[in-house]
């Protein structure tokens, strides 16, 4: 009957998209599907042309943040499958003509191969190799101006364990940023909330002239995902 909330609210539920096939899947598995084919964020996602929901979150920390201009040359650490470089690539005019003045540059570095991106110099190397800094700098002509990240670790199963294996792997993209950034420059890299994050953010400080966290509104809300971002880089000592 209209009015009849219960009846309502079952038809609401009704409404979502089912798992077709679940055989031969895991219950973790068949409810990551049906939210993948729940979530009006991939929907969107493939209705304008981007790789991932992922790309969102980058458009919603640069819309807060401002870190990305044309003209900026950026690094994105394991890119795949593309869509946070789809995004930079825009925002940083690396695909302007010679009558542009300001033409950005956009590298992106994976382990596994990635689909070609217009505007996009993508690289298939280890990041944590011992030259991976120098190899960088070479293909950029100098200094990187952004170095962004939306790394995460294998997961484990284990949440303790997922959480000190990606605030590493973060501190590993913070390093290697002291290497390739250019001063003032910027770091932006996914984190977990769950108590170790005060190393990182030590180091960040001893670095960088403000370091903020933001949790981008097209993240799942029941995800402990977060971002840092690290603004104006200096010099080691600098005040």
């Known amino acids: 009957m209209p009015g009849n909330k219960k009846n309502s609210g079952r038809g ?3 409404l979502k998209t089912a798992v077709k096939n679940a055989r031969g899947k895991t219950v973790s598995q068949v409810k990551w599907l049906q939210r993948q084919l729940n979530d009006p964020y991939v929907k969107r996602a493939k209705a304008e042309g981007f790789r991932g929901r992922a790309a969102y979150k980058i458009m919603e920390l ?3 943040f401002n870190f990305l201009k044309p003209g900026l040359r950026v690094i994105d650490l394991g890119c795949a499958p593309g869509g ?8 940083v005019n690396s695909l302007g003509n010679q009558k542009d003045k300001d033409i950005g540059q956009v590298i992106g570095i994976d382990l596994q191969e990635v689909e070609p991106i217009p505007g996009v110099q993508l690289h298939q190397l280890d990041f944590l190799s011992n030259d ?6 070479d293909i950029l002509g100098g200094k990187a101006s952004v170095v962004i990240s939306d790394m995460a670790a294998p997961s484990s199963g284990h949440k303790k364990t997922d959480h000190l294996r990606i605030m590493a792997l973060c501190e590993a993209a913070a390093f290697f940023a002291f290497d390739v950034l250019d ?10 909330a769950g108590g170790a994050e005060g190393e990182l953010q030590k180091i960040l400080k001893n ?8 949790k981008p509104p097209s993240s799942r809300s029941d995800s402990s995902e977060k971002f840092v971002v690290a603004l104006g880089y200096r010099a080691a000592g600098e005040k």
Do not use: N, Y
């Open 132 to 137: 991976a800094d120098i190899k960088i700098k």
């Open 62 to 64: 640069d819309d807060k």
């Open 183 to 192: 001063l003032d420059g910027t770091f932006v890299a996914k984190v977990l």
């Open 207 to 214: 670095r960088f002239r403000k370091v903020l966290h933001f």
């Open 12 to 14: 609401q539920r009704d």
């Open 84 to 91: 946070w470089c789809q995004v930079v690539s825009s925002r």
